[in-house]
């Protein structure tokens, strides 16, 4: 019988992708959203990009036990993929409570509801926004979690604290936090992609709005920092693979390869990639002419972070495989896709 996974916040950018991964891979899933941050876009180009119109969506909010409950009680569930969440930095300094109460109540709902109803596997959407400023490059599974910078940071590493207590608490459940380094990028079918709500706060979907002209100019922020071009370094990953990594660690616990009751992996490429290269790389991949200005340091900021995937590499037989320019050819393929719908 073909295994379920219910995947919470799955409307979203990574959850959509990451759908499209599960159903290709011969799952069924149960998309749950309460939409407070998209709209049906993506879950319309899942159903297109898969050729699926029956997929089970249910609108609801995490947050709401009762509604968390019934889901539960109504569906037979093998796995839980959780992306439910609020997700903007800046917004969550200004807005703590909002974040505190939403990304953690929610969880608790996710993990209690599967424990008491035999769901066994638990998977996390962690970020590495736990590392905080690292000490040293790149880095590992192994390496140090440093305080949160902001209240979004610190609701991803309570949500880790959250799932690793529960799991030794509880021998009915077992989990793995997957830490994403930067998502960038699109489905290669421009059907589904990232849809931010305002201003972006992100680096790819402000220099695609730019490029459409929704933005005037892009700004870079920072060309001091200790870098070899000055701009602040990431590990840009592409949605697909990083879907494709779901798909990896949903079987691992499905197939009972778990190593541990609580895994955690990193989700990168290895390869740091500057803020500049990037918009170069776009620019190239593209062929166009990006309008942007070079502007302070954005505070908050870490200089440089970037994964060492090997865990990820070897226990889940997962790898970053997508090239750069491909992930900014999908990307700018989506924003004009969004833009002839206009
Ligand atoms: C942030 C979050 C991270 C989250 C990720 C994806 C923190 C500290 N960071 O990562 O947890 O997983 O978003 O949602 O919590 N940049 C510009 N101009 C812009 C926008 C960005 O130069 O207009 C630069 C930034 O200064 C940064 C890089 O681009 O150096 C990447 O920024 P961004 O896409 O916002 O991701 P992070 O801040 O790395």
Same mark, same amino acid.
Request: glycine letters at 6%.
């Given at each position: 019988?073909?295994?379920?996974?219910?995947?919470?916040?799955? /409307?979203?950018?990574?959850?959509?992708?990451? %759908?499209?991964? #599960?159903?290709?891979?011969?799952?069924?899933?149960?998309?749950? @959203?309460?939409?407070?941050?998209?709209?049906?876009?993506? $879950?319309?180009?899942?159903?297109?990009?898969? *050729?699926?119109?029956?997929?089970?969506?249910?609108?609801? @909010?995490?947050?709401?036990?009762?509604?968390?409950?019934? #889901?539960? !009680?109504?569906?037979?569930?093998?796995?839980?993929?959780?992306?439910?969440?609020?997700?903007?930095?800046?917004?969550?300094?200004?807005?703590?409570?909002? +974040? +505190?109460?939403?990304?953690?109540?929610? $969880?608790?709902?996710?993990?209690?509801?599967?424990?008491?109803? *035999?769901?066994?596997?638990?998977? $996390?959407?962690?970020?590495? %926004?736990?590392?905080?400023?690292?000490?040293?490059?790149?880095?590992?599974?192994?390496? =140090?979690?440093?305080?949160? !910078?902001?209240?979004?940071?610190? %609701?991803?590493?309570?949500?880790?604290? &959250?799932?690793?207590?529960?799991?030794?608490?509880?021998?009915?459940?077992?989990? &793995?936090?997957?830490? +994403?380094?930067?998502?960038?990028?699109?489905?290669?079918?421009?059907?589904?992609?990232?849809? =931010?709500?305002?201003?972006?706060?992100?680096?790819?979907?402000?220099? !695609?709005?730019?490029? &459409?002209?929704?933005?005037?100019? #892009?700004?870079?922020?920072?060309?001091?920092?200790?870098?070899?071009?000055?701009?602040?370094?990431? @590990?840009?990953?592409?949605?697909?693979?990083? /879907?494709?990594?779901?798909?990896?660690?949903?079987?691992?616990?499905?197939?009972?390869?778990?190593?541990?009751?609580?895994? &955690? $992996?990193?989700? *990168?490429?290895?390869? =740091?990639?500057?803020?500049?290269?990037?918009?170069? @790389?776009?620019?190239?991949?593209?062929?166009?002419?990006?309008?942007?200005?070079?502007?302070?340091?954005? =505070?908050?900021?870490?200089? /440089?972070?970037?994964?060492?995937?090997?865990?990820?590499?070897?226990?889940? *037989?997962?790898?970053?495989?997508?090239?750069?320019?491909?992930?900014?050819?999908? /990307?700018?393929?989506?924003?004009?896709? #969004?833009?002839?719908?206009?």
């Amino acid at each position: 019988m073909k295994k379920c996974v219910l995947v919470s916040g799955g /409307a979203g950018f990574i959850g959509s992708h990451v %759908t499209v991964e #599960l159903i290709e891979a011969g799952y069924d899933v149960i998309v749950a @959203d309460n939409m407070s941050n998209c709209d049906m876009t993506c $879950f319309e180009g899942v159903k297109k990009i898969t *050729g699926r119109e029956d997929i089970p969506f249910v609108k609801m @909010d995490f947050c709401d036990a009762v509604a968390t409950e019934l #889901l539960f !009680t109504t569906h037979e569930i093998d796995a839980v993929i959780h992306f439910a969440g609020f997700k903007a930095v800046g917004e969550s300094v200004n807005e703590p409570l909002k +974040y +505190y109460k939403n990304n953690l109540e929610s $969880f608790i709902n996710v993990i209690e509801s599967a424990k008491s109803h *035999g769901c066994r596997n638990i998977l $996390f959407s962690s970020s590495a %926004t736990v590392y905080g400023e690292p000490d040293k490059l790149p880095v590992t599974e192994e390496s =140090p979690r440093k305080p949160a !910078t902001s209240p979004y940071g610190n %609701t991803k590493q309570m949500c880790e604290d &959250i799932l690793r207590d529960s799991v030794r608490a509880y021998s009915a459940i077992r989990g &793995i936090a997957l830490r +994403y380094f930067n998502p960038i990028g699109a489905h290669p079918s421009a059907l589904i992609g990232e849809l =931010p709500r305002g201003v972006p706060n992100n680096l790819v979907p402000f220099i !695609t709005q730019t490029a &459409i002209g929704k933005r005037e100019c #892009l700004y870079v922020f920072g060309d001091d920092y200790p870098t070899p071009d000055g701009s602040c370094q990431r @590990d840009f990953i592409d949605v697909v693979d990083l /879907a494709k990594a779901h798909v990896f660690a949903v079987s691992r616990m499905l197939d009972d390869k778990m190593k541990k009751e609580y895994e &955690i $992996f990193n989700i *990168g490429t290895g390869k =740091p990639f500057s803020v500049m290269e990037l918009v170069n @790389d776009f620019q190239k991949a593209n062929s166009l002419k990006l309008n942007y200005r070079m502007a302070p340091r954005r =505070p908050g900021d870490v200089t /440089a972070i970037w994964a060492d995937p090997t865990l990820a590499n070897e226990e889940l *037989g997962w790898k970053a495989e997508r090239d750069i320019m491909d992930t900014l050819t999908a /990307a700018w393929a989506w924003e004009k896709h #969004l833009a002839s719908k206009e």
